[in-house]
Nanobody, 123 residues
């Protein structure tokens, strides 16, 4: 069993920055593969960025160059640094984890999910 706890969401003006954190506990296999997804009102869940404990990363095109995913020294914590935020980035951001080795964008790949944290970007 793996528990994920996210933090760092909030309200920010367009052009601003936020940093999300997700800490995994339980049988995390050192947080082998962790990712951020987001879901805006009325839209499907979409992959934002992912990271493996071996250092691999993947960032979706809509946020590439603006969002950065990184790991803490303990490996079972993942961060999402969001800069140059836009109103279209408004969504509930959720952390996901799997003990699988591959970094995949499909939500079905991930076994464990956090509760989500709201990010609202005002224009």
């Amino acid at each position: 069993q793996v528990q994920l706890v996210e933090s760092g969401g909030g309200l920010v003006q367009a052009g601003g920055s936020l940093k999300l954190s997700c800490s995994a506990s339980g049988r995390t296999a050192s947080g082998r593969t962790m990712a951020w997804f987001r879901q805006a009102p009325g839209k499907d869940l979409e992959f934002v960025a992912g990271s493996t404990s071996s250092g691999g990363t993947d960032v979706a095109e809509p946020v590439k160059g603006r969002f950065t995913i990184s790991r803490g020294t303990a490996k079972n914590t993942v961060y999402l640094q969001m800069t140059s935020l836009r109103p279209e980035d408004t969504a509930v951001y959720s952390c996901a984890h799997t003990n699988g080795y591959r970094l995949m964008r499909a939500r079905s790949w991930y076994d464990n999910w956090g509760q989500g944290t709201q990010v609202t970007v005002s224009s």
